[in-house]
């Protein structure tokens, strides 16, 4: 669970980029975020999608300015390893939740496993899981599940581009255990699939583990521990250049050009699709751009005048 932590009183204010997090099990969103909070000694702090609290691997915040680049990032794509556990059903699809229905597994082999994938891998239609947070007529699923209501909630279009059987083991004779790897759209539920799959098979399934190892560019290679991330005078290990640079295309532009983005004012295009980084000829990140009505348009300035 967070813990407090004991900073210098000196300390400065961290820089604006972003924050790689490696979150530990246990911890929600919420809970890193606050305790990114303390370390970088500022309120603005945001996340770029939540992970399950029994969820670990790579959480992307923002500290400072980075907060309104978070809304620009194309971070559609991610990437998990997890474990699914065929031959039980829980309330949330997961370890988390009751279980709910028992269905024996010892039949289930590994090539009914890797058939039962494909159907689930593609363009597909995915019913949530119905502890989630997707609001009802303004309340949240899992509040309404929590309530006792019987909650079922519509397909949705989702893209799973891999789920792949990695391994198998069985815990006891009626269980399998499979690991997976799974690339998919935001808005996939990985305990959907892990319930389908269980599904498909005919004996239940949920989900054991899951990390999530990829956020569009970013990967946990590039992530640290919050105890790693503690022990750092600065705790924003990507600065707002180096962001913005991996997640999009960027044009240089001179001291004029910055000057008039810091007014907010429009450059000339450089033919440069979707939403681009304005860089300075050092290398500091100035503002995003989006080529519209012949003319290049600020959408975020970092270091506006006035």
Known sequence: MPRPDRLRDD????????VIVD??????SHDVVGRMRRLARTRRVGHAGTLDPMATGLLVLGVGTATRLLHHLVLADKAYTATIRLGQSTVTDDAEGELVVESSAAGVDEEQVRAALRPLTGDIQQVPSAV????????????RVRDGESVELPARPVTVARFDALGFARPV?????VD???ECTSGTYVRALARDLGAALGVGGHLTALRRTRVGPFTLDQARSLDELAELDDPVTLPLAVDVRAAMPVRTVDDQEARELSFGRALEPRGIAGTHGALSADGAAIALLQERDGR???????TPQG
């Open 11 to 18: 300390r400065p204010p961290a820089r604006d980029g972003l």
């Open 23 to 28: 979150k530990p099990p246990d911890w929600t």
């Open 132 to 143: 989630s947070a997707i609001k009802i007529n303004g309340q949240r699923s899992y509040k």
């Open 173 to 177: 004779p009626e269980l399998l255990d």
């Open 180 to 182: 997976v790897l799974v």
């Open 296 to 302: 290049s348009q600020p959408v975020l300035v970092f």
